[in-house]
């Protein structure tokens, strides 16, 4: 199924994993309480994201747990490292490379209405369900030209459509009404593998519980004493690239290196024209990899500082194919995190979405008519959609009195609100412009099909 990029559904493989049984609200509560997920809304791409005691878009279990139920709640977050001891690598992947060769751990938590766009993921992934059940929708990617895919800023092997498939607009899109597609339900205890760059769309009408294993790019492992495996093992056993302590930065959505590293050498092998005995000098090789038609201007700022600036990649005068070899681990981890990079995995969020302002606008006409104290303080702030742990932190460090903040202290203090809009409007309007000029082109099309139909008649 790896090799053939083929969905398959493996019934009651996840009835093994001891998170199975154990993992209702009130255990992770008690053993994992403290411990911070991500947050996002239950219908993808919705401009709303929830604010919780930790940030927006993040929040402890305990939290999380005591609304999740009520309110529009969902928890999309990494594997926090201390819950490994309740999941297992199941025997079919723990054999050959693909034991080595998990990328993340993602955790899908909500109680139920949830639904995703059409999308596609970078990874091969086994989806597992440990409790609930999701109703998925499968495209297979040869139909790209067809789902009229969106771009986004991160780019990557990810995306997904601009279609809306609870009201598809076919005057909008009119060649999404040939895309075949598969249906499949999952059930509790069942796990799903998913080839990368596969597209697709879950729902879940009720509570559910889902652990992706996220490994690989590639169709191709070594698949040694794959065949003869019979147990499954611990997950804290096993290597796994990127993991998540439960607090702080987040490295969801982060790419492999080993696809960062074949990505550089494939352009190597572009410059040289497949010959692997061949060299080139490194300042070429270098601006042809920033330069890449590929990449997206806020990459090649990157890529310049991290080649350019910094030499990660070395002394190196020329470059061969054995170079990336010799290149060390940490390098090709830190060129994944400058590519992969995503504001949500950061737990100060908000100072990405929230424009500085904004910020300032808001509290000044707080304080217009008169100081206010840390309750009013931060009630103001909340109003801009941001959580009462950065709004406590700003009224200390804003106040001069200690008790209260005054229209002064707004106005004079004013770099302290620096933290905002730092990245803000890194690449979404390029996207935005492209995603707008692919709705254009759609309809043109459509348009120009009509006349030739009507000059045909």
Known sequence: YIRTRTPVILRGLAKTFPAFHLWSDQ?????????????????????????????????????FFSRYKTD????????????????????????????????????????????????????????????????????????????YQAEEIDGDQGGFSLVNPDNVNYVSFPLFEQVPWEYATVHAGDCLYLPPRYYHRVKSTD????????????SEFEMGGCDEATSAVPLNTVPVQWKYPGSGMMSMGNSDPAGIKEWFIEMFLEMTGGDVTDNVPMEEYVYFVIDDEGSIPYMKELFHDLLVERKVLGDFQYVDRNMFDLIPEEVWRELTVAQSYDPSNDPNNEFYHIEKRDVVNILKDATYYGAVNKDQFVEAYCRLGGSARVARELFSQVTSDGDTVS?????????????????????????????????????????KSIVDTKTEL
């Not at 509570?207 to 590639?218: I, P």
């Not at 004013?414 to 890194?426: A, E, P, T, Y």
């Open 27 to 63: 255990y992770i509560t008690d053993n994992f309480g403290d411990l911070e997920v991500r947050l996002e809304a239950k219908t993808e791409k919705e401009s709303f994201t929830p604010v919780g005691e930790v940030g927006l878009g993040r929040a402890t279990f305990k939290e």
């Open 72 to 147: 529009n709640m969902y928890c999309v977050s990494e594997v926090p490292e201390p819950m490994y001891k309740d999941l297992m690598l199941p025997a079919l992947m723990n054999c050959g490379s693909l034991r080595n060769s998990l990328v993340e751990m993602n955790l899908w938590i909500n109680s139920g209405g949830a639904k995703s766009i059409i999308h596609k993921d970078a990874h091969n992934q086994l989806n597992c369900l440990l409790a609930g059940s999701k109703d998925w929708i499968f495209i297979n990617n040869t139909y790209n030209d067809w789902i």
């Open 207 to 218: 509570r559910n519980f889902a652990v992706s294993f996220l490994f690989g790019t590639r």
């Open 407 to 447: 229209w002064y202290d707004v106005r004079d203090k004013d770099d302290i609100f620096n933290v905002f809009g730092q990245v803000h409007d890194r690449g979404d309007e390029e996207m935005f412009t492209r995603n707008q000029e692919i709705k254009r082109r759609a309809e043109e099309d459509l348009r």
